[in-house]
């Protein structure tokens, strides 16, 4: 009797093992961190934040809301009182319609964004121009973002380009996981230099990624975007990346005529 008590206890006692190492499987580390992640994913030494905006205008209004952003914005990025650059700005062709997306850069982070603000709200071209603006506008939202360290800072570009946003809603608490694999992907994806810029956001929707490609048409997109699957690691990435996202959007953009990224 003994004996098979004994035999008993040790087939259970295993059991108990395998069915913890058969759980621990699917138990994701987290490595104990002491540093917010904007501080471990973002670049340190330029310090620059970025805002996104995202208008719908009215399909009436959307010629005369482009004329009227192509007098104004320019003004702003040209003028050394405002330490602002327009990143770029664009029509959406393929996703929302009858929308505009602009990529402001504060270089100086959140004290040049305080100072921009505070500036234009005694420009009476800039006060006006928001008045007339919101006679065109259903609705708009912004976002204020960093950029990853591991991709390259956008930059002007010569046309004619078609832009991609892919727009990334992920799991709260999977941004490093996100960031660590993408910094091997962008590797692969700069041999054809279509990575423009790669931020996540700090105000706004939370948790959210934004990838800035840029093509030469529909097809080079098609093209390129295959091509990446013949490369040793990008079916790794997009392996793990996948279940870390809720909801993913991409919108096909045309650059305005004022826009720096053509």
Same mark, same amino acid.
């Given at each position: 009797?003994?004996?098979?008590?004994?035999?008993s206890?040790?087939?259970?006692k295993?059991?108990?093992?395998e069915d913890s190492?058969?759980?621990?499987?699917?138990?994701?580390?987290?490595?104990?961190r002491?540093?917010?992640?904007s501080?471990?994913?973002a670049?340190? %030494?330029?310090n620059?934040?970025?805002?996104?905006?995202?208008h719908?205008?009215?399909p009436?209004?959307?010629d005369?809301y482009?004329?009227?952003?192509?007098?104004?914005?320019?003004?702003?990025h040209?003028d050394?009182?405002?330490?602002? %650059?327009l990143?770029?700005?664009w029509?959406?062709?393929?996703?929302?319609?009858?929308?505009a997306?602009?990529?402001?850069?504060?270089?100086g982070?959140?004290?040049?964004l305080?100072?921009?603000m505070?500036?234009?709200r005694?420009?009476k071209?800039f006060?006006?121009?928001?008045?007339?603006?919101?006679?065109?506008?259903?609705?708009r939202?912004?976002?204020l973002?960093?950029e990853?360290?591991?991709?390259? %800072?956008p930059?002007?570009?010569s046309?004619?380009?078609?832009?991609?946003?892919?727009s990334?809603q992920l799991r709260p608490?999977t941004?490093?996981?996100?960031?660590?694999?993408?910094?091997?992907a962008? %590797?692969?994806?700069?041999q054809?230099h279509?990575?423009?810029?790669?931020?996540f956001?700090?105000i706004?929707?939370?948790?959210?990624?934004?990838?800035?490609?840029?093509?030469?048409?529909?097809?080079s997109?098609?093209?390129?975007?295959?091509?990446?699957w013949?490369?040793?690691?990008?079916?790794?990435?997009v392996?793990?990346?996948?279940?870390?996202?809720?909801?993913?959007?991409?919108r096909i953009?045309?650059?305005?005529?004022?826009?720096p990224?053509?």
């Amino acid at each position: 009797m003994q004996n098979l008590a004994l035999q008993s206890r040790r087939v259970e006692k295993s059991r108990f093992r395998e069915d913890s190492w058969f759980k621990s499987l699917f138990v994701r580390k987290v490595d104990p961190r002491k540093d917010a992640h904007s501080h471990l994913l973002a670049k340190k %030494e330029d310090n620059n934040l970025y805002k996104i905006q995202f208008h719908n205008v009215k399909p009436e209004c959307l010629d005369a809301y482009n004329e009227l952003c192509e007098d104004v914005l320019p003004s702003i990025h040209a003028d050394p009182e405002y330490p602002c %650059e327009l990143v770029g700005t664009w029509n959406t062709w393929y996703g929302d319609q009858d929308q505009a997306v602009h990529l402001w850069r504060y270089r100086g982070g959140y004290p040049a964004l305080t100072e921009v603000m505070n500036k234009l709200r005694q420009n009476k071209e800039f006060t006006d121009y928001r008045k007339e603006r919101g006679k065109m506008l259903l609705s708009r939202r912004n976002q204020l973002l960093l950029e990853f360290s591991f991709w390259n %800072e956008p930059v002007p570009r010569s046309g004619p380009n078609i832009y991609e946003l892919r727009s990334y809603q992920l799991r709260p608490g999977t941004m490093i996981e996100w960031g660590n694999y993408w910094a091997r992907a962008i %590797e692969i994806r700069q041999q054809n230099h279509e990575a423009v810029g790669g931020f996540f956001s700090q105000i706004g929707s939370l948790y959210q990624v934004h990838h800035l490609w840029a093509y030469k048409d529909l097809q080079s997109r098609e093209d390129i975007r295959n091509a990446a699957w013949q490369r040793e690691g990008w079916d790794e990435v997009v392996y793990y990346t996948v279940p870390l996202i809720q909801h993913m959007e991409s919108r096909i953009m045309i650059p305005m005529k004022s826009s720096p990224t053509k």
